[in-house]
């Protein structure tokens, strides 16, 4: 087919509306701002150690699965379920929780402090497994034309459900487990959707039926990257071409279609059709100047917090750290109630490492481990000084020794670190916040921007910010919901 379309960033969204429409035999371009494609879900090379820099693990591993047999492939990575999924260690405590998916082996490490832990756990997965069930095909897999086209769909899910809409995914844990500890526990999965348990809603809970029941988690053999190193060898083996260090500024139209983009040092691409990976409301606003999405506008939606990610290689080997591993402070509650608005709470932080070379020895010299820190924080909107940022880590690295009982400060032999700004900057993150605009009520669904221009017919939207929302999987369905209408289009 000789019909082109000009795919403006190479997220894995953008990857997998590429691949699905260079396998119906279009023509595919990708045009990326950085020096190579993955957007968020990219790689850091330094001083002999491999980093993954944003996803470190993956879920739903069907939807994977379902794509790449809809593409009549292969899956061109490998990967290996984990359990433990992850482990959690509170401050103050001896005691580290190993979440496994054995529900009986999972209870037994909270029998002192929550005795009834797997009646509870169980009612807790039989609502999550409901509410996943009744969701999932009808919000996540769908395309809306409308908000009326939304609101019909939402009336086929079971309205047993609707409470969950309005409660916090917090309060929902709270209904089923007494302990602090097994609450905090069961609820830090609603920070994977850039807010914090005390603003996501309950019927996200769903995604505790996915980790623990359903799927699971994933490592990737290699490191996350391989996924977007084998998705970019299909699309090159199918003819799509990959133009990079190369960022879109402007948008020339004609007759509501648009004909071509056009970059920072004046380079034109031209297409038939313009699939947009770059934020969905941001490119509206600061490169289609749309009144809807202007600055102002953009301040009054609700984005998700930032990160201080830090990536650090050391001399010595952790084996007292499983793959992922969440720590703690003993002020919970208070630090995510506050992470959005009060910067001073970062002082004794809750944090995530991700022992890259754990399961990936190639990704660190022999004797070595490759470590992955992800803190929240706010993002730019409440927090604009990153000038505290070295401090901030070096008190992480820090409490990471001594929650560990070994002290890694002085073996380290390569560190970098990202902030908000770094985001920002990089990936074109609206106030850096990591995941773009946030789950709320009046913000998912057919809610969200939608994956089709307003006024070009010919222009459309892939990625976090649009259908159906952030996250590996929901990127992949997204890509696909993106290729069905460009498919539509060029019918």
């Given at each position: 087919?000789?019909?082109?379309?000009?795919?403006?960033?190479?997220?894995?969204?953008?990857?997998?509306?590429?691949?699905l429409?260079s396998?119906?035999?279009?023509?595919?371009?990708?045009?990326?701002?950085?020096?190579?494609?993955?957007?968020?879900?990219?790689?850091i090379?330094?001083?002999?150690?491999?980093?993954?820099?944003?996803?470190?693990?993956?879920?739903?591993?069907?939807?994977?699965?379902?794509?790449?047999?809809?593409?009549?492939?292969?899956?061109?990575?490998?990967?290996?379920?984990?359990?433990?999924?992850?482990?959690?260690?509170?401050?103050?405590?001896?005691h580290?929780?190993?979440?496994?998916?054995?529900?009986?082996?999972?209870?037994?490490?909270?029998?002192?402090?929550?005795?009834?832990?797997?009646?509870?756990?169980?009612?807790?997965?039989?609502?999550?497994?409901?509410l996943?069930?009744?969701?999932?095909?009808?919000?996540?897999k769908?395309?809306?034309?409308?908000?009326?086209?939304?609101?019909?769909?939402?009336?086929?899910?079971?309205?047993?459900?609707?409470?969950?809409?309005?409660?916090?995914?917090?309060?929902?844990?709270?209904?089923?487990?007494?302990?602090?500890?097994a609450?905090?526990?069961?609820?830090?999965?609603?920070?994977?959707?850039?807010?914090?348990?005390f603003?996501?809603?309950?019927?996200?809970?769903?995604?505790?039926?996915?980790?623990?029941?359903?799927?699971?988690?994933?490592?990737?053999?290699?490191?996350?990257?391989?996924?977007?190193?084998?998705?970019?060898?299909e699309?090159?083996?199918?003819?799509?071409?990959?133009?990079?260090?190369?960022?879109?500024?402007?948008?020339?139209?004609?007759?509501?279609?648009?004909?071509?983009?056009?970059?920072?040092?004046?380079?034109?691409?031209?297409g038939?059709?313009?699939?947009?990976?770059?934020?969905?409301?941001?490119?509206?606003?600061?490169?289609?100047?749309?009144?809807?999405?202007?600055?102002?506008?953009?301040?009054?939606?609700?984005?998700?917090?930032?990160?201080?990610?830090?990536y650090?290689?050391?001399?010595?080997?952790?084996?007292?750290?499983?793959?992922?591993n969440?720590?703690?402070?003993?002020?919970?509650?208070?630090?995510?109630?506050?992470?959005?608005?009060?910067?001073?709470?970062?002082?004794?932080?809750?944090?995530?490492?991700?022992?890259?070379?754990?399961?990936?020895?190639?990704?660190a010299?022999?004797?070595?481990?490759?470590?992955?820190?992800?803190?929240?924080?706010?993002?730019?909107?409440?927090?604009?000084?990153?000038?505290?940022?070295?401090?901030?880590?070096n008190?992480?690295?820090?409490?990471?020794?001594?929650?560990?009982?070994?002290?890694?400060?002085?073996?380290?032999?390569?560190?970098?670190?990202?902030t908000?700004?770094?985001?920002?900057?990089?990936?074109?993150?609206y106030?850096?916040?990591?995941?773009?605009?946030?789950?709320?009520?009046?913000?998912?669904?057919?809610?969200?921007?939608?994956?089709?221009?307003?006024?070009?017919?010919?222009?459309?939207?892939?990625g976090?910010?649009?259908?159906?929302?952030?996250?590996?999987?929901?990127?992949?369905?997204?890509?696909?919901?993106?290729?069905?209408?460009?498919?539509?289009?060029?019918?």
């Open positions: 087919m000789d019909k082109k379309i000009i795919i403006i960033g190479s997220g894995l969204g953008a990857l997998a509306s590429g691949l429409l396998r119906k035999g279009y023509k595919v371009e990708f045009v990326e701002k950085n020096n190579q494609a993955g957007g968020r879900l990219n790689q090379k330094k001083d002999g150690f491999t980093f993954d820099t944003g996803p470190s693990f993956f879920s739903m591993s069907f939807v994977f699965k379902d794509f790449i047999e809809k593409c009549g492939l292969d899956i061109p990575f490998k990967f290996v379920e984990l359990d433990p999924l992850y482990s959690v260690n509170f401050r103050d405590s001896n580290t929780y190993h979440l496994n998916k054995d529900i009986k082996k999972l209870a037994k490490q909270f029998e002192d402090i929550e005795p009834d832990f797997e009646k509870n756990m169980e009612k807790y997965l039989k609502k999550s497994k409901q996943f069930e009744d969701t999932f095909d009808i919000v996540i769908n395309n809306f034309n409308s908000i009326f086209d939304y609101v019909f769909q939402l009336m086929h899910v079971n309205p047993v459900h609707i409470p969950q809409l309005f409660n916090s995914f917090y309060s929902h844990v709270q209904k089923h487990f007494s302990s602090k500890e609450q905090q526990v069961i609820s830090l999965v609603a920070f994977f959707l850039g807010r914090t348990p603003d996501t809603m309950a019927i996200y809970s769903l995604l505790s039926h996915t980790e623990f029941r359903h799927d699971g988690y994933y490592n990737v053999e290699g490191g996350m990257y391989n996924i977007v190193n084998g998705l970019v060898g699309l090159e083996k199918n003819g799509a071409v990959f133009n990079y260090n190369s960022e879109i500024v402007k948008v020339e139209e004609e007759r509501g279609k648009v004909k071509k983009v056009i970059d920072k040092e004046g380079k034109e691409y031209s038939d059709v313009f699939l947009i990976n770059a934020d969905a409301a941001l490119f509206r606003g600061r490169v289609l100047n749309r009144e809807k999405y202007s600055e102002k506008k953009l301040s009054k939606m609700e984005w998700t917090m930032g990160y201080l990610t830090f650090v290689g050391i001399k010595g080997k952790l084996p007292q750290l499983d793959l992922h969440y720590f703690i402070g003993n002020n919970f509650e208070e630090y995510a109630k506050d992470v959005m608005h009060k910067p001073d709470t970062l002082q004794k932080p809750y944090f995530y490492v991700n022992n890259v070379s754990k399961y990936n020895p190639e990704c010299p022999v004797g070595c481990e490759s470590l992955f820190f992800v803190c929240p924080v706010p993002n730019l909107q409440y927090k604009n000084n990153w000038d505290d940022a070295d401090d901030i880590v008190s992480i690295l820090e409490d990471f020794s001594k929650r560990i009982n070994q002290n890694i400060i002085p073996n380290i032999i390569t560190k970098t670190v990202y908000p700004k770094d985001w920002e900057e990089k990936f074109n993150l106030q850096g916040s990591g995941l773009g605009l946030s789950h709320k009520l009046m913000q998912i669904g057919g809610l969200r921007p939608r994956n089709f221009d307003e006024e070009f017919s010919n222009m459309f939207y892939v976090a910010s649009t259908l159906p929302g952030a996250g590996l999987p929901m990127a992949v369905i997204s890509g696909e919901l993106a290729a069905e209408r460009i498919l539509k289009y060029l019918k």
